[in-house]
T-cell receptor, first 113, second 113 residues
Framework: NAGVMQNPRHLVRRRGQEARLRCSPM?????VYWYRQLPEEGLKFMVY????????ESGMPKERFSAEFPKEGPSILRIQQVVRGDSAAYFC???????????FGEGSRLTVL | EDKVVQSPLSLVVHEGDTVTLNCSYE??????LLWYKQEKKAPTFLFML????IEKKSGRLSSILDKKELSSILNITATQTGDSAIYLC?????????????FGQGTILTVHP
């Protein structure tokens, strides 16, 4: 039973490029969350999605960031026109139901040059 | 703004020692408090606490919530080198999403043989 799968594990982008991070939740899980971990800081909530719906995006920056969780395929976190401050580890988590017991992926580490 | 503070930030012990990790919170509309263990990669779920004074236990790990003091402790007895990790405390503060968590900065535990 595969866990939460994230890819790529490491991504390097130059300023102004786009970054796309993918997350496949655990089998049977329809709730997906994205968190960001900046250096020396704790995990910060970004967005909560269910299939085809964004439920809560209160932690997502208003510009350049977007997330989706289509009917088929993985959830995508997209960052347009990346800046150095976007360098961080982006963690995806999933749950079977709307509970706090989240199963995390190993994270995607974005480095912006 | 919701806030979770953990102490100590780091702790070094020897195998066999007992450790107590602390977590305090200031949130509106508290719903639950959770503990996670992060070993270099994905955080893994340990406990979820919703009721004050009831201890949750799993092997050598146990945790208790004190809603009056707005705090929780995580105890690890007879520590082993495999317990070395970052221990994360998180709180869910209501709303539509049970998985929208506010995390503390973590306690780095190092257990020497």
């Amino acid at each position: 039973n595969a866990g939460v799968m994230q890819n790529p594990r490491h991504l390097v982008r130059r300023r102004g490029q786009e970054a796309r991070l993918r997350c496949s939740p655990m089998k049977g899980h329809s709730h997906v969350y994205w968190y960001r971990q900046l250096p020396e800081e704790g995990l910060k909530f970004m967005v909560y999605l269910q299939k085809e719906n964004i439920i809560d995006e209160s932690g997502m920056p208003k510009e350049r960031f977007s997330a989706e969780f289509p009917k088929e395929g993985p959830s995508i976190l997209r960052i347009q026109q990346v800046v150095r401050g976007d360098s961080a580890a982006y963690f995806c988590a999933s749950s079977q139901q709307n509970t706090g017991e989240l199963f995390f992926g190993e994270g995607s580490r974005l480095t912006v040059l | 703004e919701d806030k979770v503070v953990q102490s100590p930030l780091s702790l070094v012990v020897h195998e066999g020692d007992t450790v107590t990790l602390n977590c305090s919170y200031e949130v509106t509309n508290f719903r639950s408090l959770l503990w996670y263990k992060q070993e270099k990669k994905a955080p893994t779920f340990l406990f979820m606490l919703t009721s004050s004074g009831i201890e949750k236990k799993s092997g050598r790990l146990s945790s208790i919530l004190d809603k009056k003091e707005l705090s929780s402790i995580l105890n690890i007895t007879a520590t082993q080198t495999g317990d070395s990790a970052i221990y994360l405390c998180a709180v869910n503060a209501g709303g539509t999403s049970y998985g929208k968590l506010t995390f503390g900065q973590g306690t780095i535990l190092t257990v020497h043989p």
